[in-house]
């Protein structure tokens, strides 16, 4: 599932980064790409909470980088911080470690409950069973 992430008069200094400017669901991972500003990887087992959150006109726009947290946001509005269990690598376009990551899509209630869903359809898969049994 693609999730286009929302964009905006706001955004047009972005407009010569190449790519999309999507968060895609898989059955393993979310994957937030804005072109070569920044990118980054979930997996869906290492999501420990979802909640949404604003992103004020203010803070700006772009791959942003704040305490504690890494900001996909081609433009101003409410997005979905994915909080993990443990630190991951955003680039940015340089690396950057971090737990929680904060993704303002077009459709961000729509993003939330796809990623809780695919979560807890993660959390309720039988473990795979060990090689030889």
Do not use: N
């Not at 905006?8 to 994957?31: C, I, M, Q, Y």
């Amino acid at each position: 599932m693609i999730f286009p992430l929302k964009t905006s008069r706001w955004s047009r200094f972005l407009s010569s980064s190449k790519g999309p400017f999507e968060a895609e669901l898989t059955d393993d991972l979310v994957a937030v790409r804005m072109g070569w500003v920044g990118h980054v990887d979930i997996p869906i087992a290492s999501i420990a909470s979802i909640r949404m959150r604003k992103w004020p006109w203010w803070a700006g726009v772009g791959a942003r980088i704040t305490k504690g947290m890494v900001v996909f946001a081609p433009s101003p509005g409410v997005g979905v911080v994915i909080e993990t269990t443990g630190r991951l690598t955003a680039h940015m376009p340089a690396p950057w470690e971090t737990s929680r990551v904060l993704v303002v899509a077009e459709d961000p209630a729509a993003l939330a409950e796809a990623v809780a869903a695919r979560r807890a359809a993660a959390d309720a898969a039988p473990p795979p069973e060990a090689a030889g049994d």
